[in-house]
Structure formats: structure tokens, C-alpha cells
């Protein structure tokens, strides 16, 4: 991994150090009609900046293909779209008229920094309005890939696992192999199976507990 690529991580996972982006617009400006972005692109473009994927290091570009993205969006509000949608419209004004979406991946991630930082932003309101977007990505982005999305049971309308038929010991948030998810990227393996639970059990009764004062 080069050292651009972890730098970008760190500044954008703390939540900002960084260069900053050297622009010069202070706020909104007027731009022409263009195409609407879907919300799916807006946080998919978010989410690739947040959890980089490069070759031979998989991230959230990575687990497209299992509907990550719908996933994300299930936890925001239309109040929280529309300011998703504000996010991406203001990099107009300063990348000559393209949303966020339409910006590489180098612009995305100069785009983020100089919200954080602020110091290129006169219009305090659309700066605020943009950090609280910026917050609330950020967090629903990680707390859906770091929850070993997809690798999840399947659930109800309310919200309860659905169990394999026969299966007793089922584990609920398995970490199996086939995927790499947030949990490998953060080397945590999972909840223990139970086979690895009753060897741990039969471990523990082997112990001498001297009571002895």
C-alpha cells in the first residue's frame, strides 16, 4: 500500500489532518442544468472514498456486487438525501461545474478535506449544512461495513434471525471466508462457533483453582 493511500485513510477515518485543497470559491454558485445523480451514486462515490479498494486490498467499491450501497441508504432519512445531494452538488463551485460524483478520486477526497477544514467556505450555513451531511455518511458508511456487511443471518420483518432449519448452535454474525468484509480489514475474526466455545469450556475445567489462603 503507498504512502498516498494510507495517508488519505487516516486523514479522512480521524476525521481530518491533512493538506487541504487550495480553492478559491466561497460558495454556491449558480451552475447549468446537468443530470441528476441518484442517491446510490452519491454514496457509492462516498463510500469508495472513505474505504479506498485498490488491488490486492479490497474495500467498499469491493462489496458493490452485494448491495452495500442499498444497505447504507436504508438508514437515512429524506431529510438526510436531500443534504447528500447538497454535498454533491456544491463541488460544482469549485470543480468547474461537476458534482462530487463526477470528480476522481483524488478531487473526492480534496473535496471532503476542504469541508472538514473550512477555511475556504464564507457561507458559514452551507458549511455547517455540509459537515452535518459529511458526518452522517461517514458514520452510516462505517457502521455498515464494519459490521461484516453482507455477512449477516438473514432476519424478519421484525428484525429476528431466521435460524437454518437443523441448526442449533447457529452463529448469528458469522465471519467466514468467502468475503473480506470490515471485520477482516479490522482482523477481528468473529463470534466464537461452538465447537470453539465448548473446547474453551473444557479448558477452563481443566484449571486447578486454589482456594486455598
Not at 32 to 48: C, F, H, K, W, Y
Amino acid at each position: 500500500m503507498s504512502k498516498e493511500k494510507i495517508s488519505r485513510r487516516e486523514f479522512l477515518e480521524d476525521t481530518g489532518r491533512g493538506a487541504g485543497a487550495l480553492f478559491s470559491a466561497t460558495t454556491l454558485q449558480q451552475a447549468p442544468l446537468l443530470p441528476r445523480n441518484t442517491p446510490q451514486e452519491i454514496v457509492s462515490a462516498l463510500g469508495d472514498t472513505l474505504i479506498p479498494t485498490d488491488p490486492g486490498d479490497p474495500g467498499y467499491r469491493s462489496l458493490e456486487p452485494h448491495g452495500i450501497t442499498d444497505e447504507v441508504l436504508k438508514g437515512l432519512e429524506v431529510s438526510a438525501v436531500r443534504q447528500l445531494e447538497e454535498l454533491n452538488k456544491a463541488a460544482r463551485a469549485f470543480y468547474d461545474g461537476r458534482t462530487l460524483v463526477g470528480l476522481l478520486e483524488s478531487e473526492r477526497t480534496a473535496y471532503l478535506e476542504s469541508i472538514i477544514e473550512g477555511t475556504r467556505f464564507q457561507d458559514s450555513r452551507l458549511l455547517s449544512r455540509l459537515r452535518s451531511a459529511y458526518s452522517f455518511i461517514r458514520s452510516r458508511v462505517f457502521l455498515v461495513y464494519y459490521q461484516n456487511y453482507p455477512e449477516i443471518v438473514r432476519r424478519d420483518a421484525q428484525g429476528l434471525p431466521i435460524p437454518v432449519p437443523g441448526d442449533t448452535h447457529q452463529i448469528i454474525n458469522p465471519n467466514t471466508k468467502e468475503l473480506v468484509t470490515g471485520w477482516d480489514g479490522a482482523h477481528f475474526e468473529g463470534p466464537w462457533s461452538w465447537q470453539q466455545e465448548e473446547d474453551r469450556r473444557r479448558y477452563i475445567k481443566t484449571l486447578r483453582w486454589d482456594t486455598q489462603p
